[in-house]
């Protein structure tokens, strides 16, 4: 069984800090990692993923994620925060070879003060 | 163009009644899913189906039944909807082998 757990359900930074939200993972195989953004009463935008290339992956909006196979971990980060970033936040794995069900987090909302 | 469509995008209504939502995607995607996210935005699977196959399907009430017409369709019917059922469902699709899963916009369901 795969899980994920999302270190703080609401992350508060100023605009131009540093933005780190925590996630960690539970897999038995092999995983692949996303982390998704959620806009208010929108839909679910990819940020980024991890599929077992490099582990810093470099996503859309200036966030990147590292994969950290030793800590179960692939936390997000963005050196300046914007306005703009404020949004929900959702760290999810699955299996790799496709086809299978995504398991998310519980999700962490960002708010980015001006 | 949108790549993955769902409707209604709202939808209230009784508790009892019967609706469906319907999802599309013109991605030439062969695998769909319908997730559920409720009131705490915690987000989990409910369905997916592959080239029309049923292939996951959680411990959901038999109150809720999809059904794959063809490749590019995937709809969800509840029957005898109750309080609980009040969420947002969002449909996504992939290609078999491939792991990034594209989310449609969602329905928000409101059952009072």
């Known amino acids: 069984a795969q899980s994920v757990t999302q270190l703080g359900s609401h992350v508060s930074v100023s605009e131009g800090a540093l933005v780190l939200l925590r996630c960690n993972y539970s897999s038995s195989v092999p995983p692949y990692l996303f982390w998704y953004v959620q806009y208010p009463n929108q839909g679910l935008q990819l940020l980024l993923k991890y599929t077992s290339a490099a582990t810093l992956v470099k996503g859309i909006n200036g966030f990147e994620a590292e994969f950290k196979k030793s800590e179960t971990s692939f936390h997000l980060t963005k050196p300046s925060a914007h306005m703009s970033d404020a949004a929900e936040y959702f760290c999810?794995?699955?299996?790799?070879?496709?086809?299978?069900?995504?398991?998310f987090g519980k999700g962490t909302k960002l708010t980015v003060n001006p | 163009d949108t790549a993955v469509s769902q409707t209604p995008k709202y939808l209230v209504t009784q508790m009892g009644n019967d609706k469906s939502i319907k999802c599309e995607q013109n991605?030439?995607?062969?695998?769909m899913y319908w997730y559920k996210q409720d009131s705490k935005k915690f987000l989990k699977i409910m369905f997916s189906?592959?080239?029309?196959?049923?292939?996951i399907n959680e411990t959901v009430p038999n109150r809720f039944s999809p059904k794959s017409p063809d490749k590019a369709h995937l709809n969800l019917h509840i029957n005898s909807l109750e309080l609980g059922d009040s969420a947002v469902y969002f449909c996504a699709s992939n290609l078999q082998g491939q792991e990034t899963q594209y989310f449609g916009p969602g329905t928000r369901l409101l059952v009072l």
């Open positions: 189906y592959n080239n029309k196959e049923l292939i």
């Open positions: 999810a794995v699955t299996s790799q070879g496709g086809s299978e069900k995504l398991v």
């Open positions: 991605l030439g995607h062969d695998t």
